[in-house]
């Protein structure tokens, strides 16, 4: 099993960028495919991007070019460089864990962090 644990939220303005971090325990960090995703209010939680043992990375449209997700088995964490935000990518990030591709399926879940992005 493994945990997961958030951080890098917070509140910006739109054009603004945010990383977020994510912390892995466990031994086989390196083994599992890592993933965001996040949930908007009064909205399903929805995948954002996915990055697999291998370091191949998938991203929704809505993101893609504007996010980067990223990982370092040496430190167990898995990133999400945020650039260019928009209104529209205010919700709750929550980062994942799972034994399948970049797609899924995830396993493991964290808590979550916010993210809101004011016009």
């Known amino acids: 099993q493994v945990q997961l644990v958030e951080s890098g939220g917070g509140l910006v303005q739109a054009g603004d960028s945010l990383r977020l971090s994510c912390a892995a325990s466990?031994?086989?960090?390196?083994?599992?495919?890592m993933g965001w995703f996040r949930q908007a209010p009064g909205k399903e939680r929805v995948f954002v991007a996915g990055?697999?043992?291998?370091?191949?990375?998938t991203y929704v449209d809505s993101v893609r070019g504007r996010f980067t997700i990223s990982r370092d088995n040496a430190k167990n964490t898995v990133y999400l460089q945020m650039n260019s935000l928009k209104p529209e990518d205010t919700a709750v990030y929550y980062c994942?864990?799972?034994?399948?591709?970049?797609?899924?399926?995830?396993?493991?879940w964290g808590q979550g962090t916010q993210v809101t992005v004011s016009s």
């Open positions: 994942a864990a799972g034994f399948g591709s970049s797609w899924g399926p995830y396993n493991y």
């Open positions: 466990g031994r086989t960090f390196s083994s599992y495919a």
């Open positions: 990055i697999g043992w291998g370091g191949d990375q």
